[in-house]
């Protein structure tokens, strides 16, 4: 099929936080000869999209501009929305994607967007450009919310199957890390991975994985990384029990295909692993075959009350094992805790102290969070996490000592704020009614 977009634009605000997400979106596009001469504009600050999207009003006959965001960026994406609508009116379609408006479709089409793309988009978004690039309805288009004179959700689709498309956007240049698993099992109660991918576990071959690491190598990049949900879980039927033959499977073909000056890094940033799957055998892995120098752990409380109210699935006991595990290899063990989890009691705030101490004492470092509540989590209507004086205390005596690291202050703030706009759905944002 030879290209027959028209004269249609898509500008992404493409700022750093979400990259990871365009970049598989942008690269779905470029698997479908539709888009072959689609113009894809990336902007990377809001004041720039601000100044720069009447230029490419002009030079196009149609433009989308696209956001993606968490709910975290949600008032600076509402304070930016509000003023493209008011500088450029009704002259372009406004799409949003990503956890928050997944989450929160209402909210956000209430903010100022026209549709709401919910869930994974590689397929939707697809549908939706050839659907406005015709000038046809995108009314029976699923995956999309928008308002209709009131609220129209089309429906979920079927899960992606992630070899059909490219984890980057070569073409455009648009690189970062491999996505190797989605979907989630455990479907812990504060957080929203499980909600937007579901709960079914799904995973890009060995072969895809080598494939796109020899394209990132013949275009110079020679770091290699992973995005996971939990990432020794590669190869798992359900994301529950380690495959460690299959992850080794993965470990080897990447390693032969980065060459041998790359570097390929697992279990450590942009991801991590869950305690209960750091083992003999998968911390061995990474010694074999990995350049990091840490692991990334998921304990997020010491209080084992708290984490089955989480439905975390894993024990206290489990974070104590992956730490000792990760620290008797020679490897960094930096530990995710969040504090102010709902129902946290002193005595909870008191036992995370002790496990934060012992971890710390161990040779450990403590990665904090603050909880906030986040649309569509059995947690949402929660109070934001607040973190006690006793706790306050404990924490900044281990920032002296250098063993703790993060933004839990600010996200205490922001939790608040946060708290807010779930009880009361005002984000200070005036709306804009639906062009269709």
Known sequence: MSAVIHDTALVLYYDKPNRYGFNVLVGALEGDEYFDDLKVYLVEHGGELASKLGGVIERHEK?????????TQLWDVCKLIKKLRRKYADRVLYVAGGPHPTGDPEGTLRMGFDVVVRGEG??????????????????????????????RFTGWRPPVNLDRYPPFAAKHGMFGPIEITRGCPFACYFCQTPRM?????????VEQVCRYVEVMRRRGLTDVRFTSPNAFSYGSPDGKRLNVARLE???????EAVGPKG???????????RPEHVTEETVELVLKYASNDNLVIGAQSGSQRVLDACHRGHSVEDVYNAVKLTLKAGLKANVDFIFGLPGE???????????????AEMGARIHAHTFMPLPQTPFAKAPAGRVSGKLRKAINSLICKGKVYGAWERQEKIAEMIERYMRTGDVGCEGAPSRY
Do not use: N, W
Request: glycine letters at 8%; a negative charge.
């Open 263 to 273: 570097r390929l890094f697992i279990g450590s940033f942009p991801s991590e692993v």
């Open 197 to 205: 991918f579901g709960s079914r576990v799904r995973h890009r071959s």
């Open 122 to 151: 590689e397929e939707t978004l697809a549908e939706l450009l050839k659907r406005f690039d015709c000038d046809e309805s995108y009314a029976d288009v699923k995956g999309v919310a928008y308002f209709d004179g009131e609220y």
């Open 249 to 255: 499977e993965l470990l080897e073909g990447v390693r």
């Open 345 to 359: 009691t002193e005595e909870d705030a008191e036992q995370t102290i002790k496990v934060m101490k012992e971890l």
């Open 63 to 71: 433009v989308i501009v696209g956001f993606s965001f968490f709910t």
